[in-house]
């Protein structure tokens, strides 16, 4: 043994304690049959009738601690089988189905594969790596990180960084961003936080960067009334907006406004208004609800190849959330959306029961139970039923 191999192994037990790390993950197998919307064959030449869907996801995260310090990272992977792969002519379903498809928002430095075969499509990301460092009063982190906040379930527009999956059936998701956080608490009731970010494409790296120059604030008025604002540039769009929430003694209200301009390139935009209303409230011990609805105004300029930028193609909405514990090992929950405008409607119904031993199953369906009148919203025409099994394990 050398000197050098000798030195290293006799600052390891000093290492292991002077450094707390912390790993945890998941892994979850989907099988799903799904049954294709009649006017997205006739209309949009997605021409198959039924076709099984399998997928295998999982997280492996892992966080080094040490005083003010902290380092931590999070790896996905995600393999996916279905001939609805086939490229031509593209089927749109499985953007659905693994919704969001896209786990870096903002993307400088890749970290990711991606391949398709066939029928199958394997992704091995790394969507979470940053270093943090905290202050007093304040907190710098620069890497790829989870940007968190609004109280958005369905949907949450302040939050252009991080899409909600409460309709998709993949849980543990997250979209990384690429850049620098620098957070400022100016008092015990009033925090900034500004957000540095790039973007490029993922194809081709000589393109031009995007910037995202992003301003997210929080003032707690009162331990019953808070107020967000969010404002600057991001993806070559002015933004606008914030949020207000009050806590009742039985409800938590909220609201959120989002204004975006025209994009600022030479490519013909329009601009955007989204509005949210929101109540979350445990109605007894049993029964969770939460309602939101709003208004979400469409991009007229984004194709069908752009389809996930929001889960569902709706503008008027309005929707319904019910979690039921019929049992502390079995809980039943029904979301149901519908686009006021046309008259689409959505269904979402899950049950979940616990196996123990950190392990859950859970059964699905996804279906529009009315497809609304006649709509030039064509991508409400590719929205498929399914069902489906789920098994996840957590360690």
Not at 46 to 66: A, C, I, T, V
Not at 192 to 211: A, C, H, P, R, V
Not at 309 to 323: C, I, K, W
Request: proline share 3%; charged share 20%.
């Amino acid at each position: 043994m050398n000197l050098l191999t000798f030195f290293v192994l006799s600052l390891m037990p000093l290492l292991s304690f002077a450094i707390e790390s912390e790993f945890s993950g998941n892994v979850e197998g989907q099988f799903r049959q799904s049954n294709n919307n009649s006017e997205a064959k006739e209309d949009l030449f997605q021409n198959w009738n039924n076709e099984n869907f399998y997928l295998l996801y999982g997280n492996l995260n892992g966080k080094l601690e040490k005083g003010q310090s902290r380092l931590e990272a999070n790896w996905f992977l995600r393999y996916s089988q279905s001939d609805l792969y086939d490229p031509n002519p593209p089927y749109f379903a499985t953007r659905i189905f693994t919704f969001p498809n896209r786990l870096v928002a903002r993307d400088m430095f890749k970290m990711q594969y991606i391949r398709q075969d066939g029928n199958e499509q394997t992704e091995s990301i790394l969507n979470k790596f940053y270093y943090e460092r905290e202050f007093e009063n304040q907190r710098f982190m620069i890497g790829r990180m989870y940007v968190n906040y609004g109280l958005g379930e369905i949907f949450n527009p302040i939050n252009p960084f991080n899409q909600p999956t409460a309709l998709t059936s993949i849980s543990q998701v997250a979209q990384g961003n690429d850049g620098l956080s620098y957070t400022y608490f100016s008092s015990d009731t009033h925090t900034l936080q500004f957000l540095l970010l790039g973007d490029k494409s993922i194809n081709d790296y000589e393109e031009k960067i995007d910037i995202t120059l992003w301003l997210n604030g929080e003032y707690q008025h009162s331990s019953d009334l808070q107020f967000n604002y969010v404002m600057g540039q991001d993806q070559n769009r002015y933004k606008l907006g914030g949020q207000i929430s009050y806590q009742t003694s039985e409800a938590l209200l909220f609201t959120q406004l989002l204004y975006q301009s025209e994009t600022s390139g030479s490519e013909p935009s329009n601009n955007l208004w989204d509005l949210l209303l929101g109540l979350d409230q445990q109605l007894t011990t049993l029964w969770h609800v939460r309602f939101e609805g709003g208004y979400q105004k469409r991009n007229r300029y984004l194709s069908l190849n752009n389809l996930g930028e929001r889960f569902l193609p709706t503008e008027y909405f309005a929707a319904l959330a019910n979690v039921y514990e019929l049992h502390p090992l079995l809980k039943l929950s029904g979301t149901i959306v519908i686009d006021i405008k046309s008259g689409f409607t959505y269904l979402v119904a899950k049950m979940a029961y616990d196996m123990g031993n950190n392990m859950e199953a859970e059964t699905f369906c996804f279906t529009p139970v009315a497809k609304g009148d006649e709509t030039d919203n064509v991508a409400q025409k590719l929205v498929t039923t399914d069902v489906g099994l789920a098994i996840r394990a957590f360690f």
